[in-house]
C-alpha cells in the first residue's frame, strides 16, 4: 500500500487549520489519518469488505475536510454487504484516484458514488467520478495504484477476480470483482 505524500501533507495542513476553530472535527481527522496509516503499515493481508469500505470512508471523510461542499460523496450499499474479503487498502486508492482526476482538477468539484453488491457468483464493488467539465491538461497518472489494486485482487483470486476501468456516461468507473467463496 502506499499513501501519496501530498495526501499526507495536505491532510495535516488541513488539520492545522481546523485545530483551533473546530477542534472535534480535527480531532477526527487526525484519527480517520491514524487507521489509514495503520492499515497501510499493516502489510499485504485480506480484510472483509465491511473492514475495506471503512477505510475508504475515513479517507473521504478527510477529503471532505479538504473540499468542502467541492467533494460529492454518494453509498450505495445494501444493508447486509457481501462476506467477502478484499486485498487491504484496495477500494480506498480507486477512491483516491476518483478525487484526484475528477473532482481536484475541477473548480466546481465533483460526485464519487460508490456501490456494492453481489450475483450469485460474485461481490462487485463500483467507483464512479464524475469527469471535469472544464479542460484539463490530460492525465493518466503513472497507474501505480490502480496496476497494484489490479495485481493483488488477481493474486487473491488466482486470476479469477478483476479490476476494470473505463468511461462512461460522462463518468469515470472503476468495477471491482471478486468470485464469492475467495
Do not use: C, K
Not at 15 to 27: C, D, I, S
Not at 76 to 99: D, F, G, H, K, T
Not at 101 to 125: F, K, M, N, Y
Amino acid at each position: 500500500a502506499r499513501i501519496r505524500p501530498h495526501f499526507l501533507f495536505n491532510t495535516l495542513n488541513t488539520g492545522a487549520a481546523l485545530v483551533h476553530q473546530r477542534p472535534g472535527e480535527t480531532e477526527r481527522l487526525l484519527l480517520d489519518l491514524a487507521d489509514l496509516f495503520r492499515a497501510a503499515l499493516a502489510g499485504p493481508r485480506e480484510i472483509p469488505l465491511a473492514e475495506e469500505l471503512a477505510l475508504a470512508r475515513r479517507y473521504l471523510e478527510i477529503e471532505s475536510l479538504r473540499f468542502g461542499d467541492r467533494l460529492r460523496v454518494d453509498w450505495r450499499l445494501p444493508e447486509a454487504l457481501p462476506r467477502v474479503n478484499v486485498p487491504a487498502l484496495s477500494i480506498q486508492p480507486l477512491v483516491e484516484n476518483a478525487i484526484r482526476h475528477g473532482v481536484e482538477p475541477s473548480s466546481s468539484g465533483g460526485d464519487v458514488h460508490i456501490e456494492a453488491g453481489q450475483t450469485t457468483d460474485a461481490a462487485w464493488i463500483v467507483i464512479r467520478n464524475s469527469l471535469p467539465t472544464s479542460p484539463v491538461r490530460p492525465t493518466t497518472g503513472h497507474q501505480v495504484g490502480l496496476n497494484s489494486v489490479r495485481a493483488r485482487v488477481q493474486a487473491m483470486t488466482e486470476g479469477r477476480g478483476s479490476v476494470e476501468t473505463r468511461v462512461a456516461e460522462g463518468h469515470y468507473l472503476a468495477l471491482v470483482t471478486i468470485p464469492l467463496g475467495t
